[in-house]
């Protein structure tokens, strides 16, 4: 497997561990591979990563749809953390979906959302 770690050094920073060392020494702790939670039976599952994430890095996603229940995936080319802000409005009508509610996404929800640099996609 593939497996990087979650967390990802940029330019030598991150936000959670002052260095290397200590960031190397936790990475275990949070995989989904060492504690078996992969191989678990769960509920439905919707995989969103941007393709430059830089916490969870795209190689983590191939590697959780390779094992473990299928589940439903969606990329965001180009884009960071969870691909947003593009994929707001993809999760919320997944959700949507999933729950039965009958109703415009964008209307009933998206605009609430807060975001820095919020651009909405088009194809919502």
Do not use: C
């Amino acid at each position: 497997m593939g497996y990087t770690g979650i967390f990802r050094f940029v330019d030598g920073y991150h936000p959670f561990y002052s260095d290397l060392e200590s960031f190397i020494k936790a990475v275990p702790k949070y995989s989904l591979f060492n504690d078996r939670t992969i191989q678990k039976p769960r509920t439905t599952v919707l995989l969103v990563n941007g393709t430059d994430d830089e916490i969870f890095p795209i190689d983590n996603l191939f590697d959780e749809l390779e094992n473990g229940q299928p589940k439903a995936a969606r990329t965001a080319k180009g884009k960071k953390h969870m691909g947003v802000p593009d994929t707001f409005g993809i999760i919320l009508k997944y959700i949507y979906e999933l729950l039965g509610i009958e109703a415009n996404v964008v209307d009933h929800a998206l605009h609430s959302f807060v975001y820095s640099s919020l651009e909405w996609p088009g194809h919502i």
